[in-house]
């Protein structure tokens, strides 16, 4: 499979779309992003890489590090984690308050910003310092020491953090947060805030799609068991409630994040990711879901 062809092709047919969508304003650092970026990377369980557009620039990855602290929280906690988040789609906004009430605090999955902050109470309570072990973390698998949390976008987002401030606090209230709200909305923003480029995010996930040993340095990072349960979750609740959408249309695992990011995965082949920072109404990218869209069509690779 010529898989650099492909991506030049889509790079193409992309082109008329640039523009649409909407890029995420709700900080400013996000809203200076020009709407016309575009990347897209792989890297296959035999070391290949392929990308095209601006790869190897860093941008804010946002939700997609959910999968990080997932990852480590699950290594942690094992099967006491389920008593304190859910395993099921939510259907509803990724920052909706809705449910947690009539679910008593218990949120519906590890990837909506709910389930992210339970996480980073699990890691707060864990580690020393929660912060670091994370960025360790992602600088090894990611193979890049440079990787970084930015923090003019951390301290954005803590000023314009309301909402997820609500969302700790009303989850703290029934008990299934420990730590305090400002310690935890501090690991949760700094995550949010890492920015790592395409080409970044395929080498860092490549233990998703190669039952959880890194691709190249074949490092175990997780059990295939665990890599099976997180590219399942990925599968029905990594795109929020445009879930079933993207599950139609692109036949991948995958997580998205309001910087325009998305990551996918085709276990057993390669992992793919994909930059473009217009967004869709559900908060994925616009034009970075038509692509993955292209590209599983192109190439007749899906899970499905
Ligand atoms: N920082 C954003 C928030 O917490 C991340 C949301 C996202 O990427 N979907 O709301």
Same mark, same amino acid.
């Given at each position: ?53 601006? /790869? ?16 480590? /929280? ?61 960025? =360790? ?26 909402? *997820? ?7 703290? =209230?029934?008990? *299934? ?8 909305? =501090? ?57 079933? =959408? ?37 908060? *994925? ?20």
């Amino acid at each position: 499979m010529n898989y650099q062809t492909i991506l030049e092709d889509i790079q193409e047919e992309i082109k008329p779309l640039l523009g649409q969508g909407k890029v995420a304003n709700y900080i400013p650092a996000l809203g200076a992003i020009p709407i016309s970026k575009f990347a897209m990377a792989i890297k296959t369980i035999d070391n290949k890489e392929y990308s095209v557009g601006d /790869a190897e620039e860093s941008f804010s990855i946002q939700s997609i590090s959910k999968i990080f602290s997932f990852a480590l /929280a699950l290594k942690e906690l094992r099967a006491e984690l389920w008593e304190r988040v859910g395993k099921e789609p939510s259907g509803t906004a990724f920052n909706s308050l809705i449910q947690l009430e009539f679910e008593h605090g218990i949120p519906r999955n590890p990837f909506i910003n709910a389930g992210a902050l339970v996480m980073t109470d699990i890691l707060t309570s864990t580690y020393n310092d929660p912060k670091q072990t994370l960025l =360790d973390l992602v600088r090894e698998l990611a193979d890049n020491p440079k990787v970084n949390f930015d923090e003019v976008v951390a301290k954005s987002e803590n000023e314009w953090g309301d909402r *997820n401030r609500a969302l700790a606090y009303f989850i703290k =209230d029934f008990g *299934n947060i420990n730590n305090a709200v400002d310690e935890v909305l =501090d690991l949760y923003f700094h995550q949010c805030s890492l920015s790592m480029s395409c080409l970044d995010l395929v080498r860092a996930f490549s233990c998703l799609a190669n039952a959880g040993k890194t691709v190249g340095a074949n490092k175990v990072i997780i059990s295939e068991r665990q890599t099976k349960r997180i590219n399942s979750l990925l599968m029905t609740c990594g795109t929020y409630d445009a879930v079933g =959408d993207f599950a139609y249309r692109v036949g991948l695992p995958g997580k998205s994040g309001v910087g325009g990011g998305i990551v996918a995965i085709m276990p057993g082949h390669f992992v793919i990711s994909v930059w473009s920072p217009g967004l869709n109404e559900s908060g *994925n990218s616009l034009v970075g879901t038509k692509a993955l869209e292209l590209f599983t069509t192109k190439t007749k690779t899906s899970i499905f």
